[in-house]
T-cell receptor
């Protein structure tokens, strides 16, 4: 089974600061997704990256897929309290398998 | 559309009891999955289905059964509950094609005493 490790596990920052969350594996993934989960709710998809080296931007969030498709990063610029939540990466084993492996998660708290 | 619904929201079982967690979606999605979420472990795939009548095992299938008789429903059965199955369970559905966005239900919090 492929593994996805996220770092850091916890992050507490002040409003306005920048941060980066990492998602790493020794295995290749055909695609990688990032989700945000709020307490008491299911995860909600933020983005899917499918091409090595791909960069996607979603307002203040920038997502990058590593060239070798083994790692990804999420960068948040000028964090806001509304960004608080659990961030999860998920990679698809193989291609078209619909079998997703989730990372361990990064719990972010942005203080006003 | 209600999206993905799960029942019950909370459940307490005694060791050895059996029960079924219900999951339904009204988006006509082909793919459905069950995950469990434990503290510090992210989500782990229990079972998944790529269509009615087709199911397969994920990372942690032991102690759980599934069936998919219709596109809409994907129940998860605990055969003989154990304290190690205390967790939050999420059901998800995905439409084939596109970016395979998984739509998650609100979860079921299960405690096994």
């Amino acid at each position: 089974t492929q593994l996805l490790e996220q770092s850091p596990q916890f992050l507490s920052i002040q409003e306005g600061e920048n941060l980066t969350v990492y998602c790493n594996s020794s295995s290749v993934f055909s695609s990688l997704q990032w989700y945000r989960q709020e307490p008491g709710e299911g995860p909600v998809l933020l983005v899917t990256v499918v091409t090595g080296g791909e960069v996607k931007k979603l307002k203040r969030l920038t997502f990058q897929f590593g060239d070798a498709r083994k790692d990804s990063s999420l960068h948040i610029t000028a964090a806001q309290p509304g960004d608080t939540g659990l961030y999860l990466c998920a990679g698809e084993e193989g291609s078209g398998t619909y079998k997703y492996i989730f990372g361990t998660g990064t719990r972010l708290k942005v203080l006003a | 559309n209600a999206g993905v619904t799960q029942t019950p929201k909370f459940q307490v079982l005694k060791t050895g009891q059996s029960m079924t967690l219900q999951c339904a979606q009204d988006m006509n999605h082909e793919y459905m999955s069950w995950y469990r979420q434990d503290p510090g472990m992210g989500l782990r795939l229990i079972h998944y289905s790529v269509g009615a009548g087709i199911t397969d095992q994920g990372e942690v299938p032991n102690g759980y059964n599934v069936s998919r008789s219709t596109t809409e429903d994907f129940p998860l059965r605990l055969l003989s509950a154990a304290p190690s199955q205390t967790s939050v369970y999420f059901c998800a559905s995905t439409k084939r094609g596109g970016y395979n966005e998984q739509f998650f239900g609100p979860g079921t919090r299960l405690t096994v005493l």
